[in-house]
């Protein structure tokens, strides 16, 4: 195994259907119309000495190092500039040449420090490799006069360092930030012999809008950009092609290693949903795999107030047993459950479900989808009948408008974002729906040509609104409706929408916004071409999370913008492997496949496969399962990957739940909060550590794989597959591909998914089965799965969380670009530098009328709890709103979350909870109490001295 | 250990199993095709475990304070559900 060299064609692909012939070096080629002479030169196998090019970027032609010749025209031009003609004949090499590039590569190397051996680049470095190319062997300018070389370095980035001294001015950084990322933090100061790489206004990288993205270090063909790792550790020897276990983009990268050691995650370029580009998180966060905190050995405690006891697998899993089945003796068979996580692979996904039904004979259990896209699976499902969105990332590209409500791309699902940039840059349009004002909304070269800011809690009312235009003013797709939907089912949905009460001019005062801005968003949406919705959980975690996805679903029907690249409906999926947690049956309703636990003839199937009589009842979802604490009739849990204290709503109200349970276990890294409340800890294994899959928000099922052991000694699914094993369940599966060929063996969606499949394609998207071979990029082409696309009637009902006197702002809440969800992996690493604490953002008008200042501590008070915090202000909330993320337990700001929740699902209702916000000079009571808790329950006693 | 919710509720509360009911009926409510109660119930009886049911119906048999009309419709079919019976046979409700 050795290091994974992708080839690098110069410059990008044309993408012409048109070909065009000529010849390279005597030899005939034939490429796409509008390729560069370099990329043909590589696709005939010759490789022509470049600096400046690489085919992530487009050309630019500065180096001039990759001169050809042309018969029949004069000069020397740049091969990365000059397209293809027919009939042309290239030569890239001959005494001309030679001596050009020579005299180029002089040039360079007369400023720049002739330290190769103790070079962190060395072994990897364009600038050594040229000049090894073009056969340079003396220098004949000293170091007397005027040079670079004396630069100070800018080890202000945690992550890389920047080396001026050893730059060439190709400019490929800049491009990266520009045509890849599309932040534009660099550029170049200066001209001629001046000339460098500046980033912001001449500020060091950490004070610049550089957003650690890591493209302009991949971009950079020296050391001027080099990662910190490689600088400590050395070159890599080998990788390994593995999936982020971040968002929901699912970004494919090469872990690059020196023995066990990681040195660095690089952005793989054939990851199809990432096509070599990363963000901060999958780039640089991967130190909390081997922080301190790593809990590696199974703990027990006989209360939770008590210290932790350091015993062996057999010991903590044959205690879980015996508790489990104790517990269920006592109290019955459905007094236990289990929750898992959207940061498991599909294949624990799978196993827990299946150790829930087979094992613990009941249907409770449930993922962290729940407090996040379960109103996608409902209201999709509906709709379409496939609960999951319908394109590929890929299909941004043929987009033409944008409509981005209730999801902040930039700062939640980075490397998608920068597509979308870029698709905006080329002049696609952009409507935002969003009460604050995303980056999105105004970034470099890109500004929304509609943001509807409007109040939360009326994301129904605006998309019914916008419905109201395209029906009374005759936008609708008649064609496609009649041809592919429910046309009465239409019908009454039109007379609904066309009502005067869902007019823009009546929705207006309601939802904050101007009814000229809904009018004319409406018909952008419904005229602009081809029309794709992209959301977040800014439209699920509402009381009527459901019923705006119905809403989107419907706009999508009604415009016609289904069935084809560059349209749909774009859940943006919060964790990486939030789709397949769904796809896995992790809902207690349902199997593998969203097929209902009553449904008997999905039931014999997955009865045959376990040799078990199933249950025929849904389960508790996780809310219920804690009211069902609190009555006392549920009192054991297994949880896997999940920290429910701090990520779910009503924190008192988790807290109370799970203190109410006789055995609660954490499978986990670290001792996260909600161990806290547990009474064994098993420890769980990263990403690095185990192989599987993780299937992102496209649908796009991934690898994933070991590239180290894991620290516990056992993968997660090897844990769930012992504890099965110690309640009596007969389970041999030695790699997670068995359980996968147990998923397609039983879940038609999957039925041609194998890991043989997934080696030799690197991914597909589901449906992937006879029909579907290779899988499905984009769902519902020339039919809607369903059959005809269903209507729903979308009638406003406003959340019962209102504003008062009591409580007159609205809380809303979200992410930042260097955290991740409760930030258990990303507060271990130097993403804290970026954002150390959460913060309350608050309009500068609500601010002067309390007297908060900036960073002056407030208490955010709501009907459930409060806690402190420092204020942010800033006119990115509209006034009477106020936000802040999730990322820090110290905050927790679901303390302050209620209990409200949709309708269909249960998904809790983050994104509005009225609250008042008053200076204050200290934590909250709560805030006292649970610190002192928190750290008397994670003492972990010292070991017995050895005998 | 941090005081219990003051507001710490289980899952048997009327208050909160009526309101869940009654946030179900008004969107079916406002369907058309006249089966709201059906779906209600349907609604009901795919995604609510037993317990939850069970404690419904007593509340109903207590007299079944702030259900609104569709949501006491629904639980009346709920009373009378046959717990052997295929849901699936009835047209197909969506996940969540």
């Known amino acids: 195994m050795g290091l994974i060299q992708e080839t690098d064609h110069g410059t990008p692909p044309s993408g012409s259907a048109g070909m065009v012939s000529l010849t390279i070096d005597g030899m005939a080629v034939m490429v796409p119309e509008g390729t560069s002479i370099m990329r043909a030169a590589m696709e005939a196998g010759v490789t022509v000495p470049k600096l400046c090019a690489t085919d992530s970027l487009a050309a630019f032609g500065s180096c001039r190092l990759c001169l050809v010749e042309i018969e029949g025209r004069s000069g020397t031009p740049a091969s990365c500039t000059t397209p293809v003609a027919a009939g042309m004949a290239v030569a890239t090499q001959s005494e001309r040449l030679k001596q050009l590039r020579r005299g180029v590569m002089e040039l360079y190397i007369s400023d720049h420090p002739l330290d190769c051996l103790t070079c962190a680049a060395n072994g990897d470095c364009e600038l050594q490799d040229m000049a090894g190319a073009v056969g340079l062997r003396e220098v004949r300018y000293g170091d007397e006069g005027a040079n670079h070389l004396g630069q100070q370095k800018d080890t202000s980035n945690p992550y890389f360092t920047f080396d001026p001294a050893k730059c060439i001015v190709c400019s490929r950084c800049v491009r990266a930030c520009e045509e890849v990322q599309g932040t534009f933090a660099l550029t170049i100061e200066g001209r001629g012999f001046a000339s460098k790489v500046a980033a912001g206004m001449d500020e060091d990288f950490l004070a610049s809008e550089c957003v650690s993205c890591g493209a302009c270090v991949q971009a950079c063909p020296t050391a001027t950009l080099i990662e910190n790792s490689v600088i400590e550790i050395g070159q890599p020897e080998h990788a390994v092609v593995t999936t982020c276990a971040y968002c929901g983009v699912g970004c494919s990268f090469k872990a690059e290693m020196r023995g066990g050691e990681l040195v660095r995650m690089v952005p793989y370029k054939d990851g199809r949903a990432n096509h070599g580009h990363s963000c901060v998180k999958g780039r640089f966060a991967f130190g909390y795999a081997t922080h301190r905190d790593r809990i590696t050995r199974p703990m027990l405690r006989a209360r939770t107030t008590g210290p932790w006891r350091e015993v062996s697998w057999e010991e903590a899993l044959g205690h879980v047993a015996r508790e489990f089945a104790r517990l269920q003796k006592t109290h019955g068979r459905d007094s236990i459950g289990a929750i898992t996580s959207s940061r498991c692979t599909n294949e624990e996904t799978y196993l827990i479900q299946k150790l829930v039904r087979s094992g613990f004979g009941n249907n409770n259990v449930d993922t962290c989808a729940r407090v996040c896209h379960s109103p996608t699976g409902y209201g999709l499902g509906a709709a379409y009948g496939t609960s999951a969105g319908t394109q590929d990332f890929d299909s941004v590209e043929q987009c033409d408008v944008m409509l981005v409500i209730g999801a902040n791309p930039t700062d939640a699902h980075p490397v998608f974002a920068s597509r979308m940039k870029r698709r905006l840059r080329e002049g696609a349009r952009l409507i935002v729906i969003d009460p604050r004002r995303i980056d999105l909304v105004h970034t470099p070269h890109v500004s929304a040509d509609f943001h509807l800011a409007l109040r939360p809690g009326t994301n129904v009312a605006v998309l019914t609104a916008l419905a109201h235009v395209i029906v009374t003013e005759g936008l609708v797709d008649e064609n496609y409706v009649r041809t592919q939907c429910d046309w009465d089912g239409f019908q009454a949905w039109a007379d609904f929408v066309a009502e005067q009460r869902h007019s823009p001019e009546a929705v207006a005062s309601l939802a904050g916004i101007d009814a000229g801005l809904i009018r004319d968003a409406a018909r952008l949406y419904a005229t602009g071409g081809n029309a794709a919705i992209y959301y977040g959980l800014g439209v699920t975690e509402h009381s009527q999370g459901t019923t705006t996805v119905m809403a989107i679903a419907n706009l999508a029907m009604a415009t016609g913008n289904l069935g084809r690249p560059g349209v749909g409906v774009n859940p943006l999926r919060g964790q990486n492997n939030v789709q397949g947690a769904c796809d896995m049956g992790s809902f207690p309703h349902e199997y593998p496949g969203y097929r209902h636990v009553s449904d008997s003839a999905t039931r014999e199937i997955f009865e045959r496969m376990w040799h078990v009589a199933l249950p025929t009842e849904p389960g508790l979802r996780i809310p219920n399962m804690l009211d069902a604490a609190a009555d006392g009739t549920f009192k054991g849990l297994y949880i896997e990957g999940e920290d429910i204290v701090q990520s779910d709503p009503d924190t008192a109200h988790v807290a109370a739940g799970l203190a109410a349970m006789e055995c609660v276990v954490v499978q986990d890294l670290f001792l996260n909060e909600t161990a806290d409340y547990a009474h064994v800890f098993l420890p769980g294994s990263t990403f690095l550590e185990k192989d599987g899959t993780f299937t992102n928000a496209e649908r796009r099922i991934n690898r994933v794989r070991r590239v180290m052991p894991p620290r516990s000694g056992m993968a997660d699914w090897e844990i769930t597959q012992a504890l099965a094993r110690a309640m009596g369940l007969d389970w041999t599966y030695t790699h997670p591909a068995q359980i996968m060929a147990e998923v397609a063996a039983t879940t038609p969606a999957f039925a041609g998914v194998s890991y043989e499949l997934l080696d030799r394609v690197g991914s597909v998207q589901w449906p992937c089965n006879e029909a579907a071979p290779t899988g499905t990029p984009v769902m519902h082409v020339g039919h809607i799965a369903r059959g005809k696309g269903r209507f729903a009637i979308t009638d406003y009902v406003p959340s019962e969380e209102r504003t008062g006197q009591r409580f007159p702002l609205l809380l809303t809440t979200g992410r930042i670009l260097s955290q991740y969800n409760v930030g258990a992996q990303t507060r271990r690493t130097e993403n804290l530098r970026w954002h150390e604490e959460d913060r309350l953002e608050i309009h500068p008008n609500d601010a002067e009328m309390r007297g908060v200042r900036e960073g002056d501590w407030v208490r955010v008070q709501s009907r459930a709890g409060a806690t402190s915090l420092r204020a942010h202000i800033t006119d990115r909330v509209a006034p009477g709103v106020v936000y802040t993320t999730f990322h820090h337990p110290e905050t927790q700001a679901n303390v302050v979350t209620t209990d409200q929740s949709d309708w269909a699902t249960n998904c809790p209702e983050y994104k509005v909870t009225a609250v008042q916000v008053s200076p204050t000079n200290g934590p909250t009571d709560w805030q006292r109490r649970y610190r002192a808790h928190s750290a008397a329950s994670r003492h972990v006693a010292a070991a017995p001295a050895a005998e | ?96």
């Open chain 2, 1 to 96: 250990m941090p005081r219990a919710s003051p507001r710490l509720r289980g899952s048997m509360s009327p208050d909160k199993l009526v309101m869940m009911a009654n946030q179900i009926s008004r969107f079916f409510a406002s369907q058309p095709g006249g089966q709201a109660a059906r779906q209600v119930a349907d609604h009901i009886l795919r995604f609510w475990e037993p317990r939850m049911r069970a404690a419904m119906l007593v509340h109903f048999a207590a007299g079944g304070v702030g259900l609104d009309p569709v949501a006491r419709e629904a639980v009346a079919l709920l009373d009378h559900h046959d717990p052997a019976a295929d849901l699936h046979t009835r047209p197909a409700a969506p996940s969540g």
